[in-house]
């Protein structure tokens, strides 16, 4: 029979499993780059993904027949005024004014609400937003950068949704175009060169966070009291003499 020692014993059933805290991941990039279509295709896969709804000024824009990506799923439309009331009952978690006279946020209660219950969401960003929100919750937040296959493909892919015409799509190329320098803020980067294998990208980014060893506290409490400094002595032998007895300290 072995022996565990004491501080080990009183663990030998404790079930050595996380408790992972949530992970807000962010998939972040100019617009066009594909972030919608991966959520709303991760989403049909999986539908309990959790997923806030951002509120906007701006117009509704018509479906986009390739992607099936519907605005209404990702955006709830509100007035000016609609809008100010929010921020200033600080109902936002965070919230920008991407062009003139349009404003866009996210509520702060089902943010709260998920990292009080553990769970997951995943958002669609600019590196500005999600800039915004990192700041907010620098602990749940993981920034994807999700890249074009190159410039003149995000120039394709933003003509064809046709959601943007003449002087709009240039500006929003143009603002894609300084998206881009913001990739080192973020800690991972994906090219959505076709759209599975990027889903798949990101569903294995998701996973590896959940494993972080810091996001489960239970764990850290577990390990941490079986820690005993002695048991260091086993492991290091320099002169090649197996250490079978430990001398009190
Ligand atoms: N991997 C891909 N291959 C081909 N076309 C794609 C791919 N990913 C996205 N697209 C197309 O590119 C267009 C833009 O995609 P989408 O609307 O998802 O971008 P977005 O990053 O969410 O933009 P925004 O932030 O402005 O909403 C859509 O018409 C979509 O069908």
Redesign the pocket.
């Known amino acids: 029979m072995i022996e565990p020692p004491s501080n080990v014993a009183v663990h030998m059933e404790t079930a050595l499993v996380g408790k992972p805290s949530s992970v807000f991941l962010v998939?972040s990039?100019?617009?066009?780059?594909?972030?919608?279509?991966?959520?709303?295709m991760w989403r049909d896969a999986e539908p309990d993904l959790g997923y806030v709804k951002n509120v906007t000024t701006r117009a509704r824009r018509a479906p986009?027949s390739?992607?099936g990506?519907d605005d209404e799923d990702?955006f709830d439309f509100v007035t000016r005024e609609e809008f100010r009331r929010l921020v200033e009952d600080g109902q936002l978690a965070q919230w920008v004014n991407p062009q003139e006279g349009y404003y866009s946020g996210t509520p702060l209660a089902p943010l709260l609400a998920a990292v009080a219950e553990g769970r997951d969401l995943v958002f669609?960003y600019?590196p500005q937003l999600f800039l915004n929100l990192q700041r907010a919750f620098p602990e749940q937040v993981v920034g994807v950068f999700?890249a074009p296959?190159s410039m003149e493909?995000l120039r394709d892919?933003?003509s064809?949704?046709g959601?943007e015409e003449g002087a709009n799509l240039q500006l929003?190329f143009n603002m894609g175009a300084q998206d881009m320098t913001y990739v080192d803020m973020h800690e991972y980067h994906v090219t959505?060169?076709?759209?599975p294998s990027?889903l798949e990208a990101l569903q294995s980014i998701l996973r590896a966070e959940k494993s972080r060893l810091r996001r489960s506290a239970n764990l850290t409490e577990i390990y941490g009291s079986m820690r005993d400094p002695r048991q260091m002595l086993f492991y290091y032998d320099p002169t090649h003499t197996r250490v079978s007895t430990i001398s009190p300290l």
């Open positions: 998939l990039g100019p617009g066009g780059t594909g972030k919608s279509s991966l959520i709303r986009d390739r992607s990506v990702f669609d600019t999700v296959p493909i892919r933003l064809r949704r959601a929003k959505n060169t076709d759209l990027t």
